[in-house]
């Protein structure tokens, strides 16, 4: 939108024409003409258009799905470059490629014009030496939290109200992300189930913030995004986005035409000989990546995000896909977004896989990418349910050297848990998953989980059993903190926040929020934090970890230039002895005890489940009881 009204550039070089179609509020519509160029963008300028105003594009042509072509004017689509989408996409036979042809407008959402915010306030450029994570979904955070005004509960707003805000100041985190915040709507086959796409992995404007987390779906979703993003900053802290380029809402061959589908099919998407879908990414379709034309929309959307509303960083959900040519992965194909002047001064954050041919890629990306350390999870978990030595926790300590080899130790983006999987409690509460609720026979989510239930499968009131959970989840975010890396907290797991065993819950809304009533790991994480901000190693690259193993327990010491660390773990059911390094020590954390204190010299007795850490003293060492 221009002072002088509305200016439309629509792609679509298959299509014969393509109609801006201008909605009124009691729903009457007038189609106005765009002017096909020779680059096959549609052109058109219209100066009775305002902010509010709700439109849609029709386009006509070619309809021959063997060849990936599906124009058809009854198809009302969303602008893939709209600021603001209004509405619901429910589903419709007469929305998919095989079914009856009738006007879809009644059954899709409208693209909103709006006039640009005002940008937020620079943010605080935490260096990633000093970052720690907290993931979260913008509506579970809050939808239950007592002290969130309930007209903002659920909201960008709410995310950055002061309860919020004190919140994360207390647990010493310095940077929020978001789950998928661009606008998503649910899949048909959710719908059918009577479910949505909570998480919102299921994208359909690349440049919209979801309507549904703003108060209102009238426009005001940009201006609430870049609200929320300034009082963070005004906090000193970040906000990093979960983006999904890599596929659309829009499936595969039998999912919805809403957008990009009706538009220009073969240029948004990857398709085979036959006007099939390549499928990388589990969901049907592939972004086309390799094409020009779809990076330099990525990169616009990106900058928008960035500069427009002000956000720190990106998290890219399956980012090979990303670094795909033809078919292979290769990081000098991602040079389209690391070398952007705007996006390179952003943090960068990939999810190093994705389902395509040689698709896991941890350790593969540039020096400019964090990578998700599914080898520090896994190796962790297994640790702390008494499966891996003492040689894999001293790599993993280490930042990871054997997958980052060449590259800072910042590399590894450390997790124990994160949106996919197990919650902290449910890692510690079950040896299986229990997804039965998603509708799906429990045959969807991982099967790998390395997870144990402490002794019984599922809720309890065994004293003991809850106690070894309490322990091991404590020492689980212990052992998160005081690692090389940059560390990356679940939302909700400082609460105690199970899901009932499920560890894909993704249709699922108010099983997903979080419950206020109880906070057993906020002091601990904030603990833990303070430890991990006083001494240097964290902040200066590369540190030596020392582990011994003791046939189960394990004893460790960090150690960079005149910084040292010393830990002591016993991932078994009963206290343990083991040797500190040689030296007086003064305990900083007791992962089963936060109130313990006190210094050390010698042995030292160990709790169950328990990670202690020690920092050097010079005063008279006294015996632990």
């Not at 960068?348 to 890629?361: A, H, K, M, Q, S």
């Not at 997903?512 to 790991?521: A, E, F, G, M």
Request: proline letters at 7%; charged letters at 20%; one cysteine or more.
């Amino acid at each position: 939108m221009t002072g002088e009204g509305l200016e439309a550039a629509v792609p679509a070089p298959n299509a014969d024409s393509v109609e801006l179609c201008l909605f009124e509020a009691d729903g009457s519509e007038t189609r106005l003409a765009l002017v096909k160029g020779d680059d096959g963008v549609h052109r058109g300028s219209f100066s009775h258009a305002r902010a509010g105003q709700m439109y849609g594009l029709r386009a006509s042509g070619p309809w021959a799905p063997h060849a990936g072509l599906w124009h058809d004017p009854s198809l009302l689509l969303v602008d893939p470059f709209a600021r603001a989408i209004a509405g619901r996409f429910v589903d419709h036979p007469s929305v998919h490629h095989d079914g009856p042809r009738r006007d879809t407008a009644a059954f899709v959402p409208r693209s909103v014009v709006v006039e640009s915010p005002p940008p937020p306030r620079t943010g605080p450029s935490i260096p990633w030496s000093e970052t720690v994570i907290y993931e979260t979904h913008v509506r579970g955070l809050t939808m239950r939290h007592p002290d969130v005004d309930p007209l903002l509960r659920g909201t960008y707003l709410g995310v950055s109200s002061p309860p919020m805000v004190a919140h994360f100041r207390r647990l010493g985190v310095t940077t929020v992300e978001l789950m998928p915040v661009a606008h998503h709507v649910s899949e048909p086959a959710l719908q059918a189930r009577g479910m949505s796409n909570y998480w919102g992995y299921s994208t359909l404007a690349w440049w919209a913030p979801h309507a549904g987390y703003a108060t209102a779906d009238d426009g005001r979703q940009g201006a609430e995004f870049a609200e929320m993003v300034d009082q963070l900053h005004a906090a000193g802290l970040e906000v990093i986005v979960d983006v999904v380029f890599n596929h659309t809402v829009e499936g595969g061959l039998l999912g919805p035409i809403l957008s990009m589908k009706g538009l220009d099919n073969p240029g948004w998407y990857r398709l085979d000989s036959s006007g099939g879908y390549v499928d990388w990414t589990g969901t049907g379709n592939t972004i086309d990546t390799a094409n020009p034309a779809v990076r330099e929309a990525i990169v616009g959307a990106l900058r928008w995000w960035a500069e427009g509303l002000g956000v720190d960083g990106f998290r890219f959900d399956l980012g090979v896909t990303l670094g795909r040519g033809e078919e292979q992965f290769d990081p000098e194909q991602l040079a389209w977004l690391t070398t952007d002047p705007v996006i390179s001064t952003r943090k960068l954050i990939t999810e190093p896989w994705d389902l395509g041919p040689d698709g896991y890629r941890l350790g593969g990306f540039g020096g400019e990418w964090r990578e998700w350390n599914a080898r520090f999870r896994d190796d962790v978990r297994d640790f702390w349910r008494g499966r891996s030595g003492a040689e894999t926790m001293s790599v993993r300590l280490s930042g990871s050297p054997d997958v980052f080899a060449d590259r800072s130790p910042e590399s590894s983006l450390n997790l124990i848990t994160a949106h996919d999987g197990f919650t902290l409690a449910d890692l510690v509460s079950y040896d299986l998953k229990h997804n039965e609720a998603n509708g799906e026979n429990n045959h969807d989510g991982h099967n790998d989980n390395r997870s144990w239930n402490s002794g019984v499968e599922g809720p309890t009131d065994d004293a003991g059993i809850l106690e070894i959970r309490r322990r091991r989840s404590s020492a689980l975010l212990a052992t998160l903190l005081s690692a090389a890396g940059v560390p990356m907290l679940l939302g909700g797991d400082e609460l105690g926040r199970s899901q009932g065993g499920n560890n894909n819950a993704y249709p699922l809304d108010e099983p997903n929020w979080y419950d206020w009533s109880q906070t057993p790991y906020i002091e601990l994480i904030a603990r833990a934090v303070a430890v991990r901000r006083s001494h240097p190693m964290f902040a200066g690259g590369a540190f030596k970890a020392s582990v011994t193993y003791h046939g189960g327990p394990a004893t460790i010491e960090l150690s960079q230039d005149d910084d040292r660390l010393a830990g002591a773990a016993n991932p078994t059911t009963e206290p343990r002895r083991l040797p500190l390094p040689a030296g007086n020590w003064t305990l900083e954390l007791d992962s089963s005890d936060t109130t313990a204190t006190g210094s050390f010299e010698g042995d030292v007795i160990v709790p169950a489940w328990s990670l202690l850490l020690f920092r050097p003293t010079r005063s008279r060492a006294q015996p632990m009881m």
